[in-house]
Nanobody
Framework: QVQLVESGGGLVQAGGSLRLSCAAS????????MGWFRQAPGKEREFVSS????????YYADSVKDRFTVSRDNAKNTVYLQMNSLKPEDTAVYYC??????????????????WGQGTQVTVSS
């Protein structure tokens, strides 16, 4: 069983920054990539960013490109999402997810095997 635990959410003013963390653990965790998704009230879950464990290849949604940065620490099995220049429209519950196989469909939540419990990010105007 794989467990994903997010942390780092909170309340911040527009223009501020937050860093989310996602620690992966489990008896035989051999993930291929990690993704960040978010879901605002009344909206569908949407892709934010993803990173592969081995090469560190990164992908971003257009809405967060140049503001958010995803990174990973392989030794700690931890992925980070640095969020800068936050906007009220970034308000959502942020989830990290893990997938154990390669695919070009990195933005599709259905390809991820495991999910964290989510952490709330609220950006005030």
């Amino acid at each position: 069983q794989v467990q994903l635990v997010e942390s780092g959410g909170g309340l911040v003013q527009a223009g501020g920054s937050l860093r989310l963390s996602c620690a992966a653990s489990g008896r035989t965790f051999t993930g291929y990539a990690m993704g960040w998704f978010r879901q605002a009230p009344g909206k569908e879950r949407e892709f934010v960013s993803s990173i592969t464990w081995s090469r560190g290849s990164t992908y971003y949604a257009d809405s967060v490109k140049d503001r958010f940065t995803v990174s990973r620490d392989n030794a700690k099995n931890t992925v980070y999402l640095q969020m800068n220049s936050l906007k009220p429209e970034d308000t959502a519950v942020y989830y990290c997810a893990a997938r154990t196989w390669p695919t070009a469909q990195h933005a599709d939540p259905r390809v991820y095997n495991y999910w964290g419990q989510g952490t709330q990010v609220t950006v005030s105007s």
